[in-house]
């Protein structure tokens, strides 16, 4: 598992290996300096861990075309690739992971997929509201520009 703390260490990183098409295409939605929230899934506690910033827009997952990766996919090519990643670099910790069982309770957030049974995708857009929402249950603001 790749946490927050991991991006804190490296500094900027390619979020790759998303093999879902919704997923892969809430990545290609991604631009440069978009603000993401860092979700710890495969964790404990699950949940918001910080916000990290997108440094560079979609461009073709490298893993897909590496046969010794878990995530090579043999029908995808240089000249069609089928996956995309982002570059991220990290923005903000918070003190401790947002929990998604604190999510579910925020208003902003109970129309949300991330809340909702059965939708656990690896990248869902949230609206400004989630966000401001997940900051503030966090106690954190964003650092001045």
């Known amino acids: 598992m790749f946490g927050y703390a991991d991006l ?30 860092f979700y710890h899934s495969n ?14 827009p979609a461009y073709p997952d490298d893993l897909q075309f590496d046969p010794a990766s878990d995530y090579h996919d043999p029908k995808s090519s240089p000249a069609d690739p089928r996956w995309s990643m982002v570059d991220v670099a990290p923005i903000l910790a918070f003190p ?17 997929p991330l809340t909702q049974k059965g939708t656990r995708l690896s990248v869902l857009p949230v609206t400004p509201g989630q966000f401001r929402a997940a900051l503030k249950a966090a106690g954190v603001r964003l650092p001045d520009k």
């Open 8 to 37: 804190l260490r490296v500094g900027v990183e390619p979020w790759n290996g998303v093999r879902n098409y919704l997923a892969r295409n809430h990545l290609r939605a991604m631009r440069r300096g978009d603000y993401a929230l």
């Open 43 to 56: 964790a404990r506690p699950i949940g918001v861990a910080g916000v990290a910033k997108v440094v560079r």
């Open 96 to 112: 401790e992971v947002l929990t998604l069982e604190a999510l579910k309770h925020l208003p902003d957030w109970q129309e949300s």
